[in-house]
């Protein structure tokens, strides 16, 4: 009886059961592979420290002057002898740059800005820690004459296995090396590592200058205070440390891949919702369809809960057939989702993927028949008399009808019917409007993570109060501003201030001078932050709400985030020991003070919270110059004129905030751009879909309605016209929910999310004319050309089949 059913069900609506079986295929792929995804992307740190052994810190020391090896020595002593030292290794590095090399098909020159900030090196294949592996997630080897590069630079500069890279060195030599591998690198963001063979770095580094010592070390504790300790303990004991990179803070690219993860979650939840509410809807209509049959099996004796199985026999087909495509097409998707959305992360194990994929799927699988039998519960609704005898109470029009159209004489026909028939059968579209709305949602929320992020504003929580322009400075031009540097002692921001300035070029760089401190706690805890301060900065920066900039020496505004996790307040005043200059500045030493908060900032601490001292604060110990601000001195309309300056003025390549941007989170704003297009186009096709779908059983179960409409004299367009104004006003209800939605609990929802960041109010950058215009009018098109297409068949209606009513 089962398959006997299952046959008929699938002769009958094929167009249904073909969509409906898209659907659930669809869903079960997309639940196999988004797993796998959320997996390797959340757990991609704790897979790196166990396969990659990746280190919490990397300390260098120069290699090739007097007294290195000395240092090398101490070094070894020293890190053996720290208690929060687990383990270490050490290998050698030689740093180049972009002038070292040359891609083939790829202008360095023009491109020279992608690399700054990045200390790129070419070192021996890993083989303790921050090991690699090759885009199969396997062990790989470097053949003298060859290089492996990261996955970054191949698709920063398009090169591949088998193509050739020449490699100057200091002395002028050139190498031509194939590149033999593109590997995965899950060390730090700021270090771009090549690997060569051990023979061929005896060769290569011999010709160049700049060669260090690397210590890669595993801490107990990674806090940054622990790594700083360590530092300062090595270098209280003669080792003169050139860099440090701190593996522990969350980069842009973390961030953007999980983004992308939430993203595949949402659209697997958006089509599996999509399914059930179509299995609702589709049960109820053939219930309906079939109340004779139903009503004389209850007759006959049979137990409700028998036939619920027989009834549900397609969907419990679908569901199984459908999980099974899911699990064979799931795993080899996953591996590209994992590679495209996160080309770094390595994969989990193939019986690891398979377990979460098929799990993921099984669970689907029985949820969907345990909802099919769920919805089968109506059959005991069903009168065994009302069956037999066909009662129908679901007519159209009912007395008492709030809507009259002898009262209503400006309201067209077709709108008059479209209302009567949504406010008098409302329950009926329920679930129709909530599948537009979940679709409505999640385009909107596409394109407004993508324009709060890929942004100019986004740079706020990095620090800059404006970010009207980005200057890619040439070589020649770097080097012509470290000579004026030297040779005034000014840096980098006041000589090209001072330049803009001669040019009468209305822009500056803003800056404040970047130290270090403490804030110590009552509990005896101390958290590192990082100290800002310059004379007239403080009141650029916009505040949360209730505080002021600070002025005085002892006041200071303080990230939100670090000052929430340890309940500091505005008005609150706190102890700090700060890094400030000795008697006679020739190094530094902790200073305690106390100070009052009286702003809080919202800020992307990356385990590195700040401060931002007063007017009136003197300085500390100064590390370096912290960027504030790329700012144009003019209204915004005259600004693409300044931009126009700039680039006249400069040899190097001038960006204006937009550019900047999308150039700063590099092949992020390409896959963000893949995604919105993407997802809104599944979005989208399913919306299509479902509408197809309900509108197909709208017209088949109100043949008897239009066959009376045509009898009394109304067209077929007036027919076709309510229809489509139906969809419209469904739409409608929809989109103005899925707006609400977006700006209240979206948006709340957002900066939740992004808390795990350490990121406090970054919600959603308001716009209109994409969210309120664009994308409304595009669902209603494609929605109403849908509905067109199904209403072709009204045509064919004949008056004779009133008789059905």
């Given at each position: 009886m089962f398959f006997k059913m299952l046959k008929s069900d699938l002769k009958r609506k094929k167009g249904l059961n073909v969509i409906l079986f898209i659907f659930i295929s669809v869903a079960s792929i997309l639940v196999f592979a988004g797993s796998v995804q959320i997996f390797s992307n959340f757990t991609r740190e704790q897979t790196a420290k166990r396969l990659c052994h990746s280190s919490d810190a990397i300390f260098w020391t120069v290699r090739n002057k007097e007294g290195s090896e000395e240092i090398s020595q101490k070094a070894v002593e020293h890190l053996d002898s720290i208690n929060n030292v687990s383990e270490w290794s050490m290998s050698e590095m030689t740093l180049i740059n972009i002038k070292n090399l040359d891609f083939p098909d790829y202008d360095e020159e023009d491109n020279s800005y992608v690399f700054s900030g990045k200390i790129q090196c070419f070192l021996t294949l890993p083989r303790e820690h921050d090991l690699t592996y090759d885009l199969d997630d396997e062990p790989f080897y470097v053949p003298n004459g060859c290089i492996a590069v990261p996955t970054e630079i191949s698709l920063e500069t398009g090169v591949k296995k088998g193509d050739f890279i020449r490699l100057t060195s200091d002395?002028?030599?050139?190498?031509?090396?194939?590149?033999?591998?593109?590997?995965k690198d899950n060390i730090v963001n700021g270090l771009c590592r090549y690997i060569v063979s051990d023979e061929d770095y005896k060769v290569l580094s011999e010709s160049f200058v700049r060669r260090f010592t690397s210590y890669n070390v595993c801490l107990k504790d990674n806090s940054y205070i622990k790594i700083e300790a360590v530092e300062n303990e090595l270098e209280e004991n003669g080792v003169p440390l050139i860099t440090i990179a701190y593996m522990g803070y969350v980069d842009d690219n973390l961030v953007m891949m999980q983004i992308i993860s939430v993203f595949i979650i949402l659209i697997s939840v958006f089509l599996i919702a999509i399914i059930f509410m179509t299995i609702r809807f589709t049960m109820i209509v053939d219930l309906k369809s079939e109340e004779k049959e139903i009503g004389m099996m209850k007759a006959l004796g049979i137990e409700s809960?028998?036939?619920?199985?027989?009834?549900?026999?397609?969907?419990?087909?679908?569901?199984?057939?459908?999980?099974?495509?899911?699990?064979?097409a799931g795993l080899p998707l996953a591996a590209i989702l994992v590679n495209m959305f996160g080309p770094d992360v390595i994969l989990p194990e193939s019986y690891v993927m398979v377990l979460i994929g098929i799990a993921s799927v099984v669970v689907m699988i029985f949820v969907m028949i345990a909802f099919s039998l769920f919805v089968m519960r109506r059959i005991k609704k069903i009168s065994i008399i009302d069956a037999i005898h066909g009662e129908n109470h679901g007519e159209r029009f009912k007395k008492g009808f709030p809507l009259f159209l002898h009262k209503r004489k400006k309201m067209s026909v077709p709108l008059f019917f479209a209302l009567t028939d949504i406010l008098g059968r409302f329950k009926r579209y329920i679930f129709l409007i909530i599948a537009y709305l979940l679709g409505a949602a999640i385009l909107l929320l596409v394109f407004n993570v993508r324009n709060s992020i890929i942004n100019p504003h986004y740079t706020r929580f990095w620090g800059y109060h404006d970010y009207d322009f980005k200057i890619r400075y040439s070589d020649d031009e770097y080097d012509s501003i470290h000579r004026e540097m030297q040779k005034t002692g000014r840096n980098f921001y006041e000589v090209m201030n001072d330049r803009f300035a001669a040019a009468g070029i209305p822009a500056h760089y803003d800056f404040m001078y970047d130290g270090s401190g403490y804030i110590d706690l009552d509990d005896g805890t101390?958290?590192?932050?990082?100290?800002?301060?310059?004379?007239?900065?403080?009141?650029?920066?916009?505040?949360?709400?209730?505080?002021?900039?600070?002025?005085?020496?002892?006041?200071?505004?303080?990230?939100?985030?670090?000052?929430?996790?340890?309940?500091?307040?505005?008005?609150?005043?706190?102890?700090?020991?700060?890094?400030?200059?000795?008697?006679?500045?020739?190094?530094?030493?902790?200073?305690?003070?106390?100070?009052?908060i009286t702003a809080l900032i919202d800020y992307m601490e990356q385990n590195s919270p700040i401060m931002i001292m007063g007017d009136d604060f003197e300085g500390a110990y100064k590390l370096g110059e912290f960027n504030t601000g790329c700012t144009i001195d003019a209204p915004e309309s005259q600004k693409p004129a300044v931009i126009k300056q700039l680039r006249e003025f400069t040899d190097g390549r001038v960006l204006d905030g937009n550019e900047a941007i999308r150039r700063d989170v590099g092949n992020f704003d390409r896959l963000f751009l893949l995604l919105e297009y993407g997802v809104g186009g599944a979005v989208l096709l399913v919306l299509m879909l479902i509408t197809y779908l309900y509108m197909s059983i709208f017209v088949a179960e109100e043949v008897p309605e239009t066959a009376l409409l045509k009898s009394m004299g109304f067209r077929d367009i007036t027919i076709k016209s309510e229809y489509m104004i139906r969809i419209a006003l469904l739409l409608l209800i929809s989109l103005i929910l899925g707006e609400g939605y977006i700006w209240t609990l979206g948006n709340i929802m957002f900066e939740t999310f992004m808390r795990q960041y350490e990121v406090t109010g970054m919600g959603f950058e308001f716009e209109f004319p994409i969210s309120f215009i664009v994308i409304p009018l595009i669902m209603l098109f494609c929605l109403l050309?849908?509905?067109?297409?199904?209403?072709?068949?009204?045509?064919?209606?004949?008056?004779?089949?009133?008789?059905?009513e």
């Open positions: 002395t002028g030599d050139t190498y031509e090396l194939e590149v033999c591998t593109v590997f809960f028998s036939f619920r199985w027989i009834f549900a026999a397609k969907y419990i087909a679908f569901a199984i057939v459908g999980g099974i495509i899911g699990i064979a101390s958290h590192y932050i990082s100290i800002e301060w310059k004379e007239g900065e403080p009141e650029k920066f916009i505040y949360r709400k209730g505080g002021t900039a600070p002025k005085l020496a002892n006041e200071a505004a303080m990230s939100a985030y670090t000052a929430k996790k340890i309940g500091v307040k505005t008005g609150d005043v706190i102890k700090m020991r700060i890094n400030e200059n000795n008697t006679d500045h020739t190094g530094r030493v902790l200073v305690e003070r106390e100070i009052v050309l849908t509905a067109r297409f199904t209403l072709r068949d009204i045509k064919h209606i004949g008056i004779w089949k009133i008789s059905e």
